[in-house]
C-alpha cells in the first residue's frame, strides 16, 4: 500500500488534506475540522505494522498524552479509530524543530538557550509531577512555532504509572546520543534519566554539538559509560560558568549525585534569567507567513534523517536519505512537527528538487560542484578523512572520481557506499545501509 493512501479521506470530524510522512508506527497527516476549521496533525495506525505490542505502545502514547495539559506540551486532542485502525488527533505546530533551529546558529545566542531550556524544563517538571517520564528528550522532539511557543512532542516510548511492561528487561529504548549510563547499560529510566538528557540538551544548544561523538556504536557507549565530555567553553568561550554548572550537574555518572527532581533543576534555570536583559526567541516569523501546503516553510523530505545536495547545471546533485537509528525505538520526525515511532530498518528515498542556483558550472567539463546540505540537525562532513564543513559545503570532483565521504551526526558516523561522479548524471540517490539497531526481545 503507497505512503498517502488516506489523503482526502475523512476521519472523524477530520478531512485530511496534507500527507506529512510515515515512520515505523504509520503515518502522519495534516487534518482540517469539518465544522470549526481547526488544523490538527493525525497519526495513523497503518495496517502494516497493527500488532499487540504496537498496538499496545499507540494506545500507550495517547492515554498519556490524554491527561498532559500544559503550554508547553503538545496538545492531544482526540483518540479515534478508522477502519480498525488507531488514530491520534494532536496539536499541529506551524514551526521548525529545536534541531533545525540550532544548525543555522550553531551555537544559539545565550538569551534563546535560556528561554527554550526553561520552556523545557518547566514542561518536564510538569510531567514528572504527573509520574510520567518521558525517555526521549532531544532537539528533534522541540518544536519552536511561528509565534515563539515552545513545545514538547513526541511520548511514543514515555513511561507512565499506567503504562503496560513494553520493554524488555536489559533493553534500550531512546535516542542513544541522549541515554544516561544507567539507560545505556540496560537499567531502568527514572526521572533522574530524563535530567541526564536535559543536560545533554543544554550542552547541545550552548556548544552547537552533541558531547558525545564516536566513529562506532561501542565506543559511543563507552563514552557515555564514563560520562567524560569535552567542556562547552572548548568550543565556545563565552557560555557562563552557572550554565556549564548546570550540565555538569545534569550529566553526573552517578544518578545519585544529578538534580534528585525536575523541580531542583527549575529553581537553578530560573536563575539564568540574571546573564540577559530578557530571554527571548530571535528571528520568529510572524503569523501567517509561512505556506500553507509546508508547515514551517520546510518540506517534509527536510525533516527527515536526511542529507541532501541540491545543484544548478553543470553541478550534480547528491541525496542521501539516512536509514539508521541508534536504538530499537528511536524515533523519526514527521512535518508535521511530531514525531513517530521508527524500526530503523526501512530506509527512505524520495524525489529530490534540484535548487535552481545551488551553485555554478565549471569551466573543466569533467568537473562538476558537489553542494551539500545537512538537514534536521548538525552533521560534520568529511571528505578522504578531512574535514570540509558542517552542515552546507561545496567541492570541486572530477568525472569518474569515487567520492570517500563521512558524514558524523548525533555521536554515530555514516559512510555511504558507492558515490561515483557520472558524466551525465545530475541527480544521486543513495541509501546509507548500515544501521545500529539494539534489538528487543
Known amino acids: 500500500m503507497s505512503h498517502g493512501y488516506l489523503l482526502n479521506r475523512v476521519i472523524g470530524e477530520y478531512h ?3 500527507f506529512l510522512g510515515a515512520g515505523g508506527m504509520g503515518e502522519v497527516y495534516r487534518g482540517v475540522h469539518n465544522k470549526i476549521g481547526r488544523v490538527a496533525a493525525i497519526k495513523v495506525m497503518t495496517q502494516a505494522v497493527l500488532s499487540d505490542d504496537m498496538t499496545q505502545r499507540f494506545f500507550n502514547e495517547g492515554r498519556i498524552q490524554a491527561n ?8 492531544l486532542y482526540d483518540f479515534l479509530e478508522f477502519d480498525g485502525q488507531p488514530c491520534i488527533v494532536m496539536e499541529f505546530i506551524d514551526g521548525e524543530s529545536l534541531a533545525e533551529r540550532i544548525q543555522p546558529y550553531t551555537p544559539l545566542p545565550l538569551a534563546e538557550i535560556i528561554y527554550i531550556f526553561q520552556a523545557v524544563v518547566e514542561a518536564i517538571a510538569y510531567i514528572h509531577r504527573h509520574n510520567v517520564i518521558h525517555r526521549d528528550i532531544k532537539s528533534n522532539n522541540i518544536k519552536i512555532s511561528s509565534q515563539g511557543a515552545v513545545k514538547l512532542l513526541d511520548f511514543g516510548i ?3 504509572p499506567m503504562s503496560p511492561g513494553l520493554t524488555a528487561v536489559g533493553g534500550i529504548i531512546g535516542t542513544l546520543a541522549y541515554l544516561s ?5 540496560g537499567g531502568a529510566a527514572d526521572a533522574r534519566s530524563d535530567i541526564w538528557a536535559l543536560g545533554v540538551l543544554l550542552y547541545e544548544m550552548t556548544a552547537g554539538r552533541l ?4 566513529d562506532t556504536l561501542g565506543d559511543l557507549c563507552d563514552q557515555i559509560g564514563k560520562a567524560v565530555y569535552a567542556p562547552p567553553k572548548q568550543f565556545d568561550s563565552s557560555v557562563p560558568r552557572e550554565i556549564e554548572a548546570i550540565i555538569a550537574r545534569c550529566m553526573k555518572r552517578n544518578a545519585a549525585e544529578r538534580y534528585q527532581t525536575a523541580q531542583e533543576l527549575q529553581q537553578d534555570t530560573a536563575r539564568l534569567s540574571s546573564l540577559v536583559t530578557s530571554p527571548a526567541l530571535t528571528g520568529i516569523e510572524p503569523p501567517g507567513t509561512r505556506s500553507e501546503g509546508e508547515p514551517g516553510n520546510q518540506s517534509w523530505a527536510r525533516r527527515n534523517w536526511g542529507l541532501l545536495a541540491g545543484a544548478a547545471a553543470g553541478v550534480a546533485v547528491l541525496a542521501l536519505f539516512l536509514a539508521v ?5 528511536a524515533t523519526q520526525p514527521d512535518a508535521a512537527g511530531n ?7 526501512a530506509g527512505l528515498c524520495l524525489p529530490v528538487n534540484a535548487a535552481a542556483n545551488a551553485g555554478a558550472p565549471t569551466a573543466d567539463p569533467q568537473s562538476r560542484i558537489i553542494v551539500i546540505d545537512t538537514y534536521a540537525g ?29 558524514f558524523k551526526r548525533d555521536g554515530v558516523t555514516y559512510k555511504p557506499e558507492g558515490i561515483t561522479v557520472a558524466a551525465n548524471k545530475k541527480e544521486y540517490i543513495y541509501e546509507l545501509k548500515k544501521e545500529y539497531i539494539h534489538t528487543l526481545k
Open 325 to 329: 537509528a541508534a536504538a530499537y525505538w
Open 158 to 160: 514515555a513511561k507512565a
Open 339 to 345: 514525531e513517530t515511532e521508527g524500526r530503523a530498518a
Open 211 to 214: 558531547p558525545f561523538q564516536a
Open 68 to 75: 498532559l495539559h500544559h503550554p508547553n506540551i503538545a496538545t
Open 181 to 185: 549510563p544507567e539507560q545505556v547499560r
Open 16 to 18: 485530511l488534506v496534507d
Open 378 to 406: 548538525q552533521s560534520e562532513i568529511y571528505r578522504d578523512d578531512q574535514l570540509i564543513g558542517k552542515t552546507r559545503c561545496n567541492f570541486q570532483a572530477r568525472v569518474g572520481e569515487r567520492l570517500n565521504l563521512t
